[in-house]
């Protein structure tokens, strides 16, 4: 019967371009590797003394946090800065919202001071799509985490660190471990690497943290911990909530360590040259141990600094996006308004 | 409502064993003559009905209604002649004074006839009993606890066991709100890809079997409002074969739509139960065509602001009042309904459940509903009647426009 517009498609132009980046689920192989390759670019730039480019110049960004995320929101600043926007950052989780003020207002308000940027981050999944729907067309969002659904951004820097460390991602085994159920930054992974042609895709944690309809996003279960790191290429941990104890998903840490965390010992059952990564911040002797956290193989800090060049890369691409859809938009109007009076004439 | 001559009806009621084009007579209220078309004298007006289909008057086993004139007429323009309306409104029905007040509104606005479901529980806060009795006695049909939990099992008991000692209908939902926890929609592969917690089956199925031991020890009526998955369909199948007093109805959300309804997080789609998948819906359409499952509207009309907003942070709930019978034919259409088991599930079977005269009958009130199955509506906000526009069927053409409803032996409704 009804059918809304699909989630995936509402972030591209008619021309298939980026205009607004909520999900990685959806978008082709093309528009991933251009992302990579657009950050990668920006990477050499983050090298040199000036690290500003002007493709946002004049334009105004707005950090968008319904949910608290220092180092998320600082890259996110970092990123527009250095596109030459400007950037205003608000605070939402300990204003507005909590004072009654529905999203929708909140919207409103903030469209009314002409953005043309929101980065939004919000403990619900699908709030970025919900606010792509209903914005002015014209304003580009950027997805910086819904709830349990996504976060595209964590998952492109994560792309472009194994890109940089092993090469490309085709016919590379990737094991993810840990609280897969609450984790948008795995849901977006798993898209992310079917679409750019891992090998295998693993997904490790204990029934209560894995749902077995993970299967069907093209990922392989596994409950054992040693059977899953067996010729992994990259290791990706992920941070463990402290709630999970209290919400009878795990009995302990402690026990959660013993069975799913990563030490060097595990490590060795993985590919040699196994890169590990975190999305940060990493819970040392909970789900990492601190020598492999800060050992050879561990590519966690590069995650960081790539980071900005990808939400540099996501924003650029999709400010472009909306203008030249604006454009060809604009271009119908005329055409239309010339076929009226030409039709009027005759 | 002066004499009426309905003439050239394609009338259908099963429970009647009735199904030919006939001319029916409604003498001060009450069906007089039922003959086949031209065989009999006509009296007072005469409406004819060129071939449209005449079926009992649609009874909904439960909606949500505040607003009492405006959705009445919903109903009425809907082909629906009794509405039962759930005590989750604002004021609560769970005192007789709450029930009186309903009744006085519906008997003012004249439309549809309405019927208050009184609370099982104070406050609908699921520890102390209402005043069940007193309910009764003031005009509840049925009590239920709308879908507010109840404490516990022995709550429970303590109600199935009142009930029947005053041999109280009451209306059940299925649902463990422990298993439940904070969950949007149906647990499935959708839910997990979105990333909206789930509702699993066995929060339905748990609750439903555990409240059907109950039923057996306690001897009580109980019907089991707006089931949602297949598996239960097959519970309550078995328990009736083993001769437990208990029906069951289904929301028509879940006959018509799924969970995949939910990609792209439209909050129309939030409703509970939640949908679940295309397997469930199947069952379930095939209990309603075995005759084992009512539907019922689930009415729930919602502000704009109630439902813009993130998926899970809108409140749960479709408007369906104006569309309930045209997404029913819908079904048939698609042949996915049989037409007499549509009329059977939402008109006489709702009329045995709460044990009043199901069908068109001579000497009896006439409670009917002439409508054309060719001619297609399309719904938009500004036709549908309800304040709720949060309906599932915006932009949509269904088949089906009511001409003529009859509700209690008044005319409620003309095209």
């Not at chain 1, 029934?207 to 069907?216: G, I, N, Q, Y």
């Not at chain 2, 526009?389 to 949509?396: A, D, H």
Request: a negative charge.
């Amino acid at each position: 019967m009804t059918r809304h517009s699909d989630p995936t498609q509402v972030q591209l132009t008619a021309d298939g371009r980026l205009k607004h980046f909520l999900t990685t689920e959806g978008l082709s192989k093309e528009l991933l590797t251009e992302i990579l390759d657009l950050a990668d670019s920006f990477i050499s730039t983050q090298e040199r003394a000036v690290k500003k480019v002007p493709l946002l110049r004049g334009k105004t960004v707005v950090n968008l946090f319904f949910e608290n995320s220092t180092r998320t929101r600082s890259t996110f600043e970092l990123a527009a800065k250095r596109l030459s926007a400007d950037i205003l950052n608000l605070d939402i989780a300990s204003s507005a919202t909590s004072k009654g003020e529905t999203l929708m207002d909140t919207l409103w308000n903030l469209e009314a001071m002409y953005s043309d940027m929101f980065v939004v981050r919000h403990a619900d999944s699908g709030a970025a799509h919900f606010i792509a729907e209903q914005v002015t067309p014209g304003v580009a969002i950027i997805n910086a985490g819904d709830g349990r659904h996504a976060h595209p951004t964590q998952a492109m820097l994560d792309m472009l660190t194994i890109r940089r460390h092993k090469g490309s991602i085709e016919g590379k085994t990737v094991v993810i471990v840990g609280d897969i159920l609450h984790s948008r930054v795995a849901r977006s992974q798993i898209h992310a690497l079917k679409t750019l042609g891992a090998k295998e895709i693993r997904v490790i944690g204990p029934a209560t943290l894995v749902p077995k309809e993970m299967a069907d996003l093209g990922a392989n279960i596994y409950y054992d911990m040693e059977q899953g790191l067996a010729g992994a290429d990259v290791v990706i941990m992920l941070r463990l909530q402290k709630e999970r104890m209290s919400d009878a998903l795990l009995p302990s840490e402690g026990e959660y360590f013993k069975l799913y965390g990563l030490t060097e010992e595990k490590l060795k059952l993985a590919n040699k040259d196994a890169i590990v990564m975190h999305p940060g911040p990493i819970n040392r002797g909970v789900e990492i141990d601190s020598a492999v956290a800060d050992g050879e193989q561990s590519v966690i800090l590069n995650q960081v600094s790539y980071g900005i060049a990808v939400r540099m890369a996501v924003m650029a691409m999709a400010m472009s996006g909306q203008a030249s859809e604006q454009a060809t938009q604009k271009n119908e109007e005329n055409l239309s308004a010339e076929a009226q009076a030409t039709g009027d004439d005759a | 409502m002066s004499n009426l001559t309905l003439t050239h009806a394609q009338l259908l009621d099963p429970s009647q064993k009735l199904k030919q084009l006939s001319d029916v007579i409604i003498e001060n209220g009450l069906v007089t003559n039922i003959t086949p078309v031209g065989e009999s004298t006509s009296k007072g007006d005469k409406f004819d009905a060129h071939s449209a289909l005449l079926i009992p008057g649609l009874i909904d086993l439960s909606a949500h209604i505040s607003n009492v004139a405006t959705e009445t007429s919903a109903a009425a323009k809907g082909g629906i002649s009794l509405v039962c309306t759930q005590p989750n409104s604002k004021p609560i029905i769970d005192t007789p004074a709450d029930v009186s007040s309903i009744q006085q509104s519906s008997a003012a606005a004249n439309n549809s006839q309405l019927l208050p479901l009184g609370a099982l529980t104070q406050g609908l806060e699921g520890d102390q009993l209402a005043n069940m009795h007193s309910l009764k006695q003031a005009g509840c049909i049925a009590l239920s606890n709308a879908r507010a939990p109840i404490k516990n099992a022995l709550v429970l008991r303590r109600i199935m066991e009142y009930a029947a000692t005053h041999d109280i209908l009451i209306m059940l939902t299925a649902e463990d709100y422990d298993l439940s926890a904070n969950g949007k929609m149906h647990e499935g592969p959708t839910a997990n890809r979105l990333g909206l917690a789930g509702i699993a089956e066995v929060a339905e199925t748990a609750s439903l079997a555990q409240q059907l031991l109950l039923i057996e020890l306690t001897g009580c009526r109980a019907h089991f409002s707006q089931i949602s998955c297949g598996r239960s369909v097959e519970m309550i199948r078995s328990a009736q074969a083993q001769g437990l007093a208990i029906s069951a109805d289904v929301a028509i959300a879940n006959l018509m739509f799924t969970d995949e309804d939910v990609n792209g997080f439209d909050s129309t789609f939030h409703v509970q139960p939640p949908l679940r998948s295309e397997q469930d819906r199947q069952t379930l359409l095939a209990g309603v065509n075995d005759g084992i499952l009512a539907i019922c509207s689930n009415h729930q009309p919602k502000d704009i602001a109630a439902k813009k907003a993130p998926f899970a942070a809108a409140e749960a709930g479709m408007s369906i009042l104006d569309s309930w019978l045209s997404m029913m034919l819908t079904l048939v259409q698609k042949g996915e309904l049989e037409l007499e088991m549509l009329v059977n599930a939402s008109a006489i079977l709702p009329a045995k459940v709460l044990g009043i005269n199901a069908g068109i009958q001579i000497g009896q009130a006439a409670n009917l509903v002439i409508v054309d199955t060719t001619t297609e509506t399309c719904y938009s906000a500004e036709k549908l009647i309800s304040t709720g526009k949060n309906s599932p069927v915006l932009g949509e053409t269904l088949v089906g426009e009511v001409k003529l409803t009859i509700s209690g032996g008044r005319e409620v409704f003309r095209a």
